[in-house]
């Protein structure tokens, strides 16, 4: 046994440990607020275990190994569904982002980063990510929130959505203009926010699946001390673009993260076209097989993605494809399952899990083709990045940001 499956073995003992408390089942029928108590919890017995900030330096919190040592755990944790989706998004850019950019321009903030890390992976504090805005849509450089100078700080006034878990946060990374007479990716800026600041106002957005995980905030004249700042004044797109291209290293699901194609089948199994068994209609056995080819492909695109981090090499573009195809695999999937399913499907859980209900697999997928980078941001990667195709025409390319119409 090799020295990453030792590891594996190991953490997923740990985790069969762990579940009967903290897994899936044990949590069914709890609020979100009890399945955040619980989250905090296993969190911090995560990180005295030695599985939290697996491939970080050990000097600011981590534990020091590999990327792969990460992907190992991540595989193992995702199939007993702890309560981590509350801090995937904090230590999945913002933290990370921190550690890279929130030193100081000579580590004069160290002790206080450190702080915030170890606090951020045991779950005591979370970040969120403040990018999105209502007008901008994917046009990350066209967002209008804006920071001006006061004193030897700013003033910040504008609004953000689709901000998750942006109600439990305790700080967030943001990126707003603070040059509205340059083109519009040179006149942004970086900074972290406090997000119990006076002026910060946080409100849910229920959306159509039941559940409020994103939000939107408000920003009204809120303080920002010149040491929030965590880019060169104009610098900030350059920031915004390494924390969405950041190396996160997380792990894959070539379904999705829908339901897995055996829980299709063993559906189908119970059913009846005309009739007849629906397991032996030809339409259905064609989109078993379609399914399964379109995953081996995407788990070979994975494979090969952990190789090269093997042999010490980057992973590519490619990765587009894998959340561009199984998503959108999954909502087709889901739809189908419905449509088998016939009037039984309108029987709706908003508490079911989305891995093992169609409906609420369909009815959430469409989130999943936004968050993350959209179908069409995903599309214009893999057709310049992968492809060689030329970039769209940008009729605002070198225009002052002011002069665009609204």
């Not at 004069?108 to 999105?132: M, T």
């Not at 942004?188 to 995980?213: C, E, N, Q």
């Not at 010490?312 to 490619?318: H, I, K, V």
């Amino acid at each position: 046994m090799s020295e990453l499956e030792a590891y594996r073995a190991k953490a997923r003992a740990w985790l069969e440990s762990m579940a009967p408390k903290y897994g899936r089942e044990a949590r069914r029928g709890m609020s979100e607020e009890e399945s955040l108590a619980m989250g905090r919890e296993f969190q911090a017995l995560k990180y005295e275990a030695g599985y939290a900030g697996i491939n970080w330096p050990k000097e600011i919190g981590g534990q020091g190994l590999s990327n792969l040592h990460k992907i190992a755990y991540d595989s193992e944790e995702m199939n007993f569904g702890m309560p981590t989706v509350f801090f995937g998004i904090s230590l999945g850019m913002p933290v990370p982002i921190l550690m890279r950019y929130g030193m100081g321009e000579n580590n004069e903030h160290f002790p206080w980063v450190k702080e915030r890390v170890i606090k951020a992976l045991r779950g005591e504090e979370i970040w969120c990510q403040l990018f999105s805005e209502p007008s901008g849509g994917s046009d990350l450089a066209g967002l209008r929130t804006k920071a001006e100078p006061d004193g030897n700080g700013w003033r910040m006034t504008g609004q953000k959505i689709w901000t998750s878990w942006a109600q439990y946060c305790d700080y967030g990374v943001i990126v707003v203009r603070t040059d509205p007479t340059v083109e519009k990716h040179k006149g942004l800026t970086y900074f972290w926010v406090d997000m119990k600041a006076k002026g910060v106002d946080v409100r849910p957005i229920k959306l159509a699946g039941g559940d409020s995980h994103v939000n939107e905030v408000f920003f009204d004249d809120v303080r920002l001390e010149d040491s929030q700042r965590m880019s060169p004044v104009g610098g900030g797109f350059g920031v915004a673009l390494a924390t969405l291209m950041i190396e996160r290293y997380i792990a894959t699901d070539s379904g999705g993260f829908g339901p897995h194609l055996d829980v299709f089948v063993d559906l189908v199994k119970g059913l009846e076209i005309n009739g007849r068994p629906a397991l032996k209609d030809g339409r259905v056995r064609q989109q078993i097989a379609r399914n399964h080819a379109m995953r081996a492909g995407l788990d070979s695109i994975t494979s090969r993605a952990f190789q090269m981090m093997q042999a010490g090499m980057q992973p590519g573009p490619e990765g587009s494809l894998q959340k561009l195809v199984s998503v959108r695999s999954r909502q087709k999937l889901s739809e189908l399952a419905m449509d088998l399913e016939g009037v039984l499907s309108l029987d709706f859980d908003p508490h079911a899990y989305v891995k093992e209900d169609w409906g609420a697999s369909w009815l959430n997928a469409p989130t999943g083709r936004i968050a993350g980078g959209s179908d069409e941001v995903l599309l214009n990667t893999i057709a310049e990045k992968i492809l060689g195709l030329p970039q769209d025409h940008r009729p605002d390319k070198g225009v002052p940001f002011n002069a665009i119409p609204a």
